[in-house]
Nanobody, 125 residues
Framework: QVQLVESGGGLVQAGGSLSLSCAAS????????MGWYRQPPGKQRESIAT???????HYADSAKGRFTISRDNSKNTVYLQIRNLRPEDTGVYYC???????????????????WGQGTRVTVSS
């Protein structure tokens, strides 16, 4: 089994900064692309940024400039830094990881997308 656990959300004033993290654990053979999504209240989940295992990043147009995605492969962790927070950044932030998982012998089984449980970010004006 594989788990993703996010942390770092909370209540922040507009103009502030926040750093989210998401750690993957379990029977991981290979941790491939990772990314962050957010779901504003009453809206659909939207992609923010992705990062490959080699560190290549891609950002949604709405995220360019204030969001930075990074990862630490030694810790199986992906991060999202958000600067100059705005009220419209409010929502639940989810991490997603494309993972090759293994069986109990360590043999790779298949590739699957795993999602974290989400961490809530509230930006007050």
């Amino acid at each position: 089994q594989v788990q993703l656990v996010e942390s770092g959300g909370g209540l922040v004033q507009a103009g502030g900064s926040l750093s989210l993290s998401c750690a993957a654990s379990g029977k991981i053979f290979n941790l491939n692309d990772m990314g962050w999504y957010r779901q504003p209240p009453g809206k659909q989940r939207e992609s923010i940024a992705t990062i490959t295992s080699g560190g290549k990043t891609h950002y949604a147009d709405s995220a360019k400039g204030r969001f930075t995605i990074s990862r630490d492969n030694s810790k199986n962790t992906v991060y999202l830094q958000i600067r100059n927070l705005r009220p419209e950044d409010t929502g639940v932030y989810y991490c997603v990881a494309d993972i090759t998982y293994s069986d109990i012998t360590g043999t790779p089984v298949a590739v699957k997308d795993y999602w974290g449980q989400g961490t809530r970010v509230t930006v007050s004006s």
